[in-house]
């Protein structure tokens, strides 16, 4: 079901991202002209409107802007509740949403966190994040 | 006041509300119609712009219009989520202005709790980085939004829960909501949890109905029975679609739509009589309080505190019942509309604010993705 959603979704602006994950890197996007960083993934800048925009791989490092513990979820996600899902802020300054896997008493807003790749189903592979010091 | 006095609310309607079994989207919008044309003492052939927001079809006014058997001289189907149809109304007095047309329908169906959609599993594009970690749209965006607001202001779950509570105390008096059962803050912290930190008690209602909303030059309004409710003031914007970009989570585009809106109405906020602001969640209204510039950031906690929105405390708001407790069928702004222009018009026995003169209305549609607000007067 999952892996039936996001290859539904993938088209050629984002194949790069997902092709990425598969080889556990986290691919984000920077502007040669404003250089500046940009998630998600597009063909032209929201900053600058340039399309001088390259891939890059992200360092995997950020910090919790905010989270959610999820009580009640729908759909293919149903039975996985409680969970939580954190907007990560990278340390290259995007935000991204994603998976925290922690107790809850670990994860606050502002704590640092880092990439794992975590193979959900076949052919599928998440950038979840985890608790570090 | 300095507005001009271009186009009025001249007629407001609902159509069945709650649980509507057997009854369609198109049969609920047209029962408001007609309902509001009596209303606004006017005809179908009186008619010549049509305005609505929905999902229920590809091209929605084709379908709408098709069937209410009207061939309108303008048509506009914005569609922002839930903040449409105040956004409808700045659209038709913009039209009525430019001497467009005379006399604009607006109409809300939904058959949410009936027949619920699932269409947030459809052609994804920009949300394929969003839908795969399972959060519950669009409750785990607003949960996200005020863990954040608590994060940097200290807000609390309990003075959430004063929104709640003193919406509940309304819907007491509005024979036409849903829930009306008085409830306590303890009551919405012992409700279950959602997505934390809301409860199930910080969330709207999910329901069927519909609504109907008349907008007419000031022409066509000096001419029928009941008083305008004037138009006074109007601002629209949208600042993101998904949660994730979001600019500042504990501020939404009200900052850029209410500054417009009472910047064109020519009022301050402390002339404002009565307030109908869009209530999906609780946090929904604390952030908007904010953002409108009724309190300072970070202060909408303790704005609301003691009850302060309820009746007879000195800030009253969601009269109705609001979506928490009156209705909420998917997108809720058309209903904001109805309830200001009764409260303007004296029509609210039980719930009617004392000589309400002016009103503000804000919807927020999507996930806190869009705004509009709307301000009336009556003279």
């Known amino acids: 079901m999952l892996k039936d959603l996001i290859h539904s979704s993938i088209d050629d602006e984002s194949k790069p991202y997902w092709d990425g994950l598969k080889e556990e890197k986290l691919l984000i996007q920077y502007c040669d002209d404003c250089q500046q960083h940009i998630f998600y993934p597009r063909t032209i800048c929201p900053h600058c409107f340039s399309e001088k925009i390259k891939w890059q791989e992200s360092c995997g490092t950020g910090k919790i802007y905010s989270y959610t513990v999820v009580h009640q979820a729908f759909g293919p996600f149903k039975s996985e509740a409680p969970f939580v899902v954190g907007i990560i802020e990278l340390d290259e300054g995007v935000r991204m949403m994603s998976r925290i896997l922690a107790d809850k008493d670990q994860i606050a807003i502002d704590q640092r966190v880092s990439v794992i790749f975590s193979k959900v189903e076949d052919e599928v592979v998440l950038p979840y994040f985890q608790v570090i010091e | 006041m300095k507005s001009d006095r271009i186009a009025a609310i001249v007629g407001v309607a609902e159509s069945d509300l709650g649980k509507t079994p057997g009854k369609n989207v198109l049969q609920l919008q047209a029962q408001a119609a007609k309902l509001v044309l009596e209303d606004a003492g006017l005809t179908k052939d009186d008619i010549d712009a049509v305005f609505t927001a929905g999902n229920w079809a590809w091209a929605p006014n ?153 907008v007419a030059s000031s022409n066509v309004a000096s001419k029928l029975n009941k008083k305008p409710v004037w138009i006074l003031g109007h601002g629209e914007s949208h600042s993101h679609n998904t949660i994730v970009n979001m600019p500042d989570f504990t501020a939404t585009s009200a900052r850029e739509s209410g500054k417009r809106a009472f910047e064109m109405a020519g009022i301050r906020h402390h002339e404002i009589d009565v307030a109908e602001i869009y209530d999906s969640f609780t946090i929904t209204v604390l952030l908007t309080l904010e953002s409108l510039g009724f309190c300072k950031p970070g202060e909408g906690g303790a704005f609301v505190s003691g009850q302060r929105t309820a009746p007879g405390g ?66």
Not at chain 2, 353 to 374: F, I, P, Q
Request: glycine content about 10%.
């Open chain 2, 314 to 379: 000195d800030f009253p708001m969601n009269t109705n019942g609001g979506g928490l407790s009156y209705c909420h069928p998917g997108m809720y702004g058309i209903f904001l509309l109805i309830e200001a222009t009764r409260q303007l018009r004296g029509e609210c026995s039980a719930r009617q604010v004392e000589n309400a003169k002016l009103a503000l209305v804000h919807g927020t549609g999507g996930v806190l993705s869009s705004t509009s607000t709307v301000i009336l007067g009556r003279d």
């Open chain 2, 62 to 214: 084709l379908m709408l219009a098709e069937y209410l058997g009207i061939q309108p001289k303008y048509t506009d189907s914005t569609n922002i989520g839930g903040s449409s149809f105040e956004a409808h109304v700045g659209h038709a007095v913009a039209g009525i202005q430019a001497g467009l047309f005379e006399v604009a329908l607006i109409t809300y169906g939904s058959t949410n709790r009936s027949s619920p959609s699932n269409s947030s599993y459809k052609s994804a594009l920009t949300a394929q980085y969003e839908l795969p970690y399972g959060l519950p749209t669009p409750v785990g965006a607003y949960a996200l939004a005020a863990m954040r607001h608590m994060h940097q202001y200290g807000t609390t779950s309990e003075q959430l829960a004063e929104i709640a509570v003193a919406t509940r105390k309304w819907a007491a008096l509005n024979e036409r909501a849903y829930m009306r059962e008085e409830i306590s803050i303890e009551d919405v912290l012992n409700s279950r949890k959602v997505a934390e930190p809301l409860h199930l008690l910080d969330c709207c209602l999910v329901t069927d109905g519909g609504g109907a909303v008349i």
